[in-house]
């Protein structure tokens, strides 16, 4: 993997993010990440599946998104993890439930 990770921006949907230098530092090749924070507080979980669909070629093991809220309790992550492909693992009733204004998937 190229440790000479630079500086990018990713736009998704109207919403972008800043993904800084070396922050790829430790992960594992053939796999894709994706997060996103919405500052204005709505639920991130759609956007996140749809950018694992988009990174879906990286590695096709498994997948998952973790969530939370800025408004909620602090330390409290909702999540769903499995193994296959990003439309096997997840269905409405899974995404409906993973509501929070940031998460990573």
């Known amino acids: 993997m ?16 800043s993904i800084p230098a070396g922050a ?16 204005a507080g709505g639920t991130v979980s759609r956007e996140i599946y749809k950018g694992l669909c988009a990174l879906q070629h990286r590695g096709q093991e498994s997948c998952g998104i973790a969530v939370s809220s800025t408004d909620g309790p602090p330390k409290n992550i909702r999540f769903h993890k499995g193994l296959g492909l990003v439309s096997e693992v997840f269905d409405e009733s899974i995404l409906s439930s993973l509501s929070g204004n940031l998460g990573i998937g």
């Not at 190229?2 to 993010?17: I, K």
């Open 2 to 17: 190229d440790q000479n990770f630079t500086s990018q921006t990713v736009s998704l949907d109207g919403r972008s993010a």
């Open 24 to 39: 790829a530092s430790g992960v594992r090749e053939e796999c894709g990440i994706f997060g996103i924070y919405d500052t």
